[in-house]
Structures are given as structure tokens and as C-alpha cells.
């Protein structure tokens, strides 16, 4: 039986030492057929050493290196996906959310003078941020960041658009 190339292509960046994600990712195809494929040759599991590029998982060590107590490198990348996991993980649909305890009730007063362009002093970030999304889609950003009086920059994060 003739094999697959793409099998061939997946052995051969196996056997050069490629992590199964680094595959994965070069190729287009699944990780867990990557996985497979390595079990199937009785390659050993991918490991970094002090001589790897990237991460177990593919994300490029340049710029992305933590070092831990013990002078291990790991990969920050790696640890922001996981923290990001974990806080997916932790909420629960319907839960009531932790209230910060800064928290104050919205001003609607305020929330709409802001918007018409005289914010009070005393402005909350989550009035200011009300007031940026009942703008949002009739102004430009930075109309919007000088009637708010905010940065460009918040007026982007609180309305969700690419900078
Ligand atoms: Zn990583």
C-alpha cells in the first residue's frame, strides 16, 4: 500500500526533532494525528533543551522566556494560555460574579453627560466606559476620546475595535 506524503511529510519533521505542534502547525493537519503518527514511529516525546527555538508548543523562546527559582526556562506564553484556561474554567454560567468592591451603581446622569460632552468629576471608569458604547458607531475614536476625555487608546479597549 502506498503511504500517504503527508505521512511522510509528518514523519520527517518528526524525526528532525519538530515538536507535534510545531507540525501540527507547519502542516495544517491536527495535533492529535501528529500525536498519533509519533506513537506509530516510537518516537520518544518531544523535550526542549537548552539548544530549543521554541517551546513544547510551539511558541518561539526569543522574547517569551521566564526563568523559575531554580534557573529552569519556561515558556510565558505557555503560562498565559494556561492562566486564560483556568479562568475559563472557573466560570460558571448564571454564577453571580465576584462584586468589586469598588464597585459603585452606574450614574445614568452621568454616563449621558459624558457622552454629550461635559463628563463630571466625578466620572466612574464603567460610566466612562457607558458612555464610549452609547457613542460607539456614530464617532470616530478620537471624537469620541475628546468628548469623553479619555485616551484613544481606552476608547478602543472599551469599545472592542482593532487599534
Ligand atoms: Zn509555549
Redesign the pocket.
Known sequence: MRQHPLSEQIAALLRAGESNIGVARKLGVDRDTVARHRRRLGLPGYRTTAAST??????P?AG?TGYSAEGWR??????R?RDRARKRRDYVPGARPPRPSTARSLDEVAVQRAAAGDPPDTLSPRERAAAIRALRGQLTAQVIAERVRCSVRTVYRRTGAAA
Open positions: 521554541h517551546c513544547r508548543h510551539g511558541h523562546f517569551n519556561y515558556c510565558l506564553a505557555c503560562v494560555e
